[in-house]
């Protein structure tokens, strides 16, 4: 993964929801162009934050084999701005889990507003195609170090 926006995932129930943070600072590369003056975090990395968050919630659920890849957005709406020194507190919920797939519902709010919520899908793959198993585990032990004790 060569942009971890998870910071930190607090809570976990396998296979059904997750709740994690993302601490947004003015050092983040994205604001030096979104924007110089008024930094703003674009909602496209609000949702990868979110989405990262599923996939974790996919990986843990499916003994890190596999991962989640969004493959479908159904709604996603924003409804206030996050800036630096923001903490995002992140939430995603699986409403539905086909076969290959799980469908999310998520949340972001920050100090206690609604910041955008969401429904997307992820279709299952397999992690082995974009890194070795063991890589998954150790990075999923670095943001929620409750699972290495």
Same mark, same amino acid.
């Given at each position: ?12 129930? *396998? ?11 003015? *050092? ?107 890589? *998954? ?13």
């Amino acid at each position: 993964m060569r942009f971890l926006l998870v910071d930190r995932i607090t809570e976990l129930e *396998s296979g059904k929801r997750a709740r994690g943070i993302k601490n947004v600072t003015l *050092s983040e590369d994205f604001f030096t162009f979104h924007f110089p003056y008024f930094p703003i975090m674009p909602g496209a990395l609000i949702t990868e934050c979110l989405v990262q968050l599923a996939d974790w919630t996919v990986r843990e659920s499916e003994n890190f084999a596999y991962v989640g890849m969004p493959c479908q957005f159904e709604t996603i709406k924003f409804h206030n701005m996050v800036r630096p020194g923001d903490r995002l507190q992140l939430d995603v919920e699986v409403v539905d889990h086909p076969p290959e797939r799980y469908v999310f519902r998520c949340e972001a709010r920050c100090d206690g507003k609604v910041v955008a919520v969401g429904r997307f899908e992820m279709r299952v793959r397999p992690v082995e195609e974009l890194m070795p198993i063991e890589e *998954s585990r150790r990075l999923f032990q670095v943001i929620h170090p409750m699972e290495a004790q």
